[in-house]
Nanobody, 124 residues
Framework: QVQLVESGGGVVQAGDSLRLSCTAS????????MGWFRQAPGKEREFVAA????????YYTDSVKGRFTISRDNAKNTVYLQMNSLKPEDTADYYC?????????????????WGQGTQVTVSS
């Protein structure tokens, strides 16, 4: 069956960096666009970043532009989220997800498969 497994979360201080990884199995990774979403306590899940199937295009929510970078390695079935200059407001559970199309990547309800999430806590 399809599995997406995130790793790399943790507790860091403001200004620090983290790199999240999401490794997929059970699907043909290169045929899926990948996205990162996050959900803070008491808040709705929100889009963070996405990358098209080829890796040729990336998208970011405004609050992380210039600080976060999404990338993928199709040979390793893995998508990454490099997070720099972390802020306390970045604290959330981070989820990766896959979508079998390069369109409408900001819409979380259109993603088919989801990981279990990894927690990121940024202290001030």
């Amino acid at each position: 069956q399809v599995q997406l497994v995130e790793s790399g979360g943790g507790v860091v201080q403001a200004g620090d960096s983290l790199r999240l990884s999401c490794t997929a199995s059970g699907l043909t990774f290169s045929t899926y666009a990948m996205g990162w979403f996050r959900q803070a306590p008491g808040k709705e899940r929100e889009f963070v970043a996405a990358i098209t199937r080829s890796g040729g295009s990336t998208y970011y929510t405004d609050s992380v532009k210039g600080r976060f970078t999404i990338s993928r390695d199709n040979a390793k079935n893995t998508v990454y989220l490099q997070m720099n200059s972390l802020k306390p407001e970045d604290t959330a559970d981070y989820y990766c997800a896959s979508r079998g199309s390069d369109s409408l990547l900001l819409v979380h309800t259109l993603y088919r498969y989801w990981g279990q999430g990894t927690q990121v806590t940024v202290s001030s």
